[in-house]
């Protein structure tokens, strides 16, 4: 059965902190990995996708990378803010299969 | 571009009526998807279509669920007759050429059943 994991299901850090969250799935025969962020109440954001054979992706604060081999992805954010707070879901991509991760709840503390 | 457009945004009904979830992808996006999220459930793909075809229903949890794309630009979510364990927020996401370009989420349309 396919699977994605996320780790940790909340973190708390203070602002200013580099973090890294983590997903690891069961199959390395993906497509794509995508992250999305999820404000309380509101719909997902796309923030960063990676295809299958590329190892990373940037955007601003933002770097995601992806290891098919290890079946892991991590989404690392740098200096953290406020405004990150959110909850983020790594979605996996194989074939016509569409896999959420159930998410990790993010809270940057002023 | 507007998005991947749902409507409504909030919707409270009564058990045992029916509910119409509606979506208009992104122009020209080929494949459209609807999801289910709850608290305990996480996020469920329900059904999804390309080209105006479903593909995958295997995620509808029952009968009184039913999904339909007339046109590439509209697909409805019908929900008959609604329970109040139907309640979650239903996300419609289009993308082109599935698999390959990534997903553009709706912002969501949140069902109360009481």
């Known amino acids: 059965k396919q699977e994605v994991t996320q780790i940790p299901a909340a973190l708390s850090v203070p602002e200013g902190e580099n973090l890294v969250l983590n997903c690891s799935f069961t199959?390395?025969?993906?497509?794509?990995l995508q992250w999305f962020r999820q404000d309380p109440g509101k719909g997902l954001t796309s923030l960063l996708l990676i295809q299958s054979s590329q190892r990373e992706q940037t955007s601003g604060r933002l770097n995601a990378s992806l290891d098919k081999s290890s079946g892991r992805s991590t989404l690392y954010i740098a200096a953290s803010q406020p405004g990150d707070s959110a909850t983020y879901l790594c979605?996996?991509?194989?074939?016509?299969?569409?896999?959420f991760g159930k998410g990790t709840r993010l809270h940057i503390l002023p | 571009d507007a998005g991947v457009i749902q409507s409504p945004r909030h919707e409270v009904t009564e058990m045992g009526q029916e509910v119409t979830l509606r979506c208009k992808p992104i122009?020209?996006?080929?494949?459209l998807f609807w999801y289910r999220q709850t608290m305990m459930r996480g996020l469920e793909l329900l059904i999804y279509?390309?080209?105006?075809?479903?593909?995958?229903d295997s995620g509808m949890p029952e009968d009184r669920f039913s999904a339909k794309m007339p046109n590439a630009s509209f697909s409805t979510l019908k929900i008959q007759p609604s329970e109040p364990r139907d309640s979650a927020v239903y996300f419609c996401?289009?993308?082109?050429?599935?698999?390959?370009?990534?997903?553009?989420f709706g912002s969501g349309t949140r069902l109360t059943v009481v």
């Open positions: 996401a289009s993308s082109l050429r599935h698999r390959a370009e990534g997903y553009t």
């Open positions: 979605v996996m991509s194989r074939d016509d299969k569409i896999i």
């Open positions: 122009s020209g996006h080929n494949s």
């Open positions: 199959d390395s025969a993906i497509y794509n």
């Open positions: 279509f390309n080209n105006n075809v479903p593909i995958d």
